[in-house]
T-cell receptor
Framework: GAGVSQTPSNKVTEKGKYVELRCDPISGHTALYWYRQSLGQGPEFLIYFQGTGAADDSGLPNDRFFAVRPEGSVSTLKIQRTERGDSAVYLC????????????FGQGTRLTVV | KNEVEQSPQNLTAQEGEFITINCSYSVGISALHWLQQHPGGGIVSLFMLSSGKKKHGRLIATINIQEKHSSLHITASHPRDSAVYICAVRRMNRDDKIIFGKGTRLHILP
């Protein structure tokens, strides 16, 4: 596709359920980032992939959150036992590689835990 | 203290006014992004800067690497410019992390 694609665009789930959020980066982009944005706040870093491996997962808030990128392209953010506090917009970004290359952002997935 | 600070947090101005949004950062960076986010959540990249100045239409972005400061200017502001403007820096480090400011909420009144 032409840009970073995130699916679904909206997800409503019940507390305690498991959810998966998907990010399709721009083809050929090796770097992929996940962020979480709560209402009225700037995006907060969750995890960064370089290729298939998580180069930095220090932003994952707890062990209910996990992300994979098995083939170095599509990434899935997985949240177990969702809590109401997990409600946020989850943003994905990708870039060609390191340092001085532009990052491109998806439209985000709005997750609501009820 | 946040590594990326933006000011002001909120800004309301009349149509036609010249707008300045500031971003200061405390880490070494390889690049700085200015982003625009409209209600609904989608983020659009306006500029990527590593030095100097860039201009696109009514938008101008400048960066001073020595002072660790960047500004986004909007000339002849219009109500459609109303959005959240976010500064994001790519940290110059082996972790290559992008760090976001909290954003500036701009409201242009007709």
């Amino acid at each position: 596709g032409a840009g970073v694609s995130q699916t679904p665009s909206n997800k409503v789930t019940e507390k305690g359920k498991y959810v998966e959020l998907r990010c399709d980066p721009i083809s050929g982009h090796t770097a992929l980032y996940w962020y979480r944005q709560s209402l009225g706040q700037g995006p907060e870093f969750l995890i960064y992939f370089q290729g298939t491996g998580a180069a930095d997962d220090s932003g994952l808030p707890n062990d209910r959150f996990f992300a994979v990128r098995p083939e170095g392209s599509v990434s899935t953010l997985k949240i177990q036992r969702t809590e109401r506090g997990d409600s946020a917009v989850y943003l994905c970004a990708s870039s060609l590689g390191r340092d001085n290359t532009e990052a491109f952002f998806g439209q985000g997935t709005r997750l609501t835990v009820v | 203290k946040n590594e990326v600070e933006q000011s002001p947090q909120n800004l309301t101005a009349q149509e036609g006014e010249f707008i300045t949004i500031n971003c200061s950062y405390s880490v070494g960076i390889s690049a700085l992004h200015w982003l625009q986010q409209h209600p609904g959540g989608g983020i659009v990249s306006l500029f990527m800067l590593s030095s100097g100045k860039k201009k696109h239409g009514r938008l101008i972005a400048t960066i001073n690497i020595q002072e660790k400061h960047s500004s986004l200017h909007i000339t002849a502001s219009h109500p459609r410019d109303s959005a959240v403007y976010i500064c994001a820096v790519r940290r110059m480090n082996r972790d290559d992390k992008i760090i976001f400011g909290k954003g500036t909420r701009l409201h242009i009144l007709p």
